[in-house]
């Protein structure tokens, strides 16, 4: 699909913005529900295939992928939040984000069942992560973004990643 263009904001907080601030975000699909990433995240889009198994990874880290002659790690979303494993369907994709892990960039591959659009979602219309109620751990969370009546989760992409799991990854990325 190629690379995107890069624009809006990063950070995702958005209880100190001001009302007219407005940032983008990639929408996707995960099991049935709409999730984003702020756009300055994402580094591209590519199609699912070519994932390398690595023995001892924990469920949620699919294999790995070569990446224009970088290994990155691609990680199955839905195992990560606790439900089923992804199955490879015709959209299935790996979004390239990049995320910080002990104070250092790292790429990582994120498995999703398919990629909608980029949104540009106004901050009056991002609420604070609920502190109950959602199907996966709340500090993955940035945000509930209103879009259409509906609700879009926001996440948190250097929050996706337990210290353990950023740990192993750094270590897959080592040439």
Same mark, same amino acid.
């Given at each position: 699909?190629?690379? @995107?263009i ?18 983008q975000?990639?929408?996707?699909? @995960? ?17 699912? #295939?070519?994932?390398?198994t ?8 699919? #294999?790995?992928?070569?990446?224009r ?58 609420e604070?992560a609920?502190s ?13 973004g209103?879009? #259409? #009546?509906?609700f ?24």
């Open positions: 699909m190629g690379e @995107l890069q624009t809006g904001s990063r950070q995702a907080g958005v209880a100190s913005a001001a009302a007219d601030d407005h940032a975000y990639l929408t996707f699909m @995960l099991g049935g529900e709409v999730f984003a990433i702020g756009i300055l995240a994402v580094k591209e889009i590519i199609e699912y #295939g070519g994932v390398t690595v023995p001892m990874m924990p469920d949620c880290i699919r #294999g790995v992928i070569n990446l002659g970088a290994v990155v790690p691609v990680m199955d979303l839905s195992s990560r939040f606790g439900r089923r494993a992804t199955e490879v369907g015709k959209r299935t994709c790996i979004v390239i984000v990049e995320i910080e892990a002990g104070g250092e960039q790292q790429v990582v591959g994120v498995m999703v069942d398919a990629v909608n659009a980029v949104l540009e979602i106004p901050a009056s219309q991002i604070p609920p109950f109620g959602a199907q996966i751990r709340t500090d993955f969370i940035a945000g509930m209103k879009v #259409g #009546g509906k879009v989760i926001l996440l948190n992409v250097d929050n996706v990643l337990s210290a353990q799991e950023v740990g192993a990854l750094a270590e897959l990325a080592v040439d």
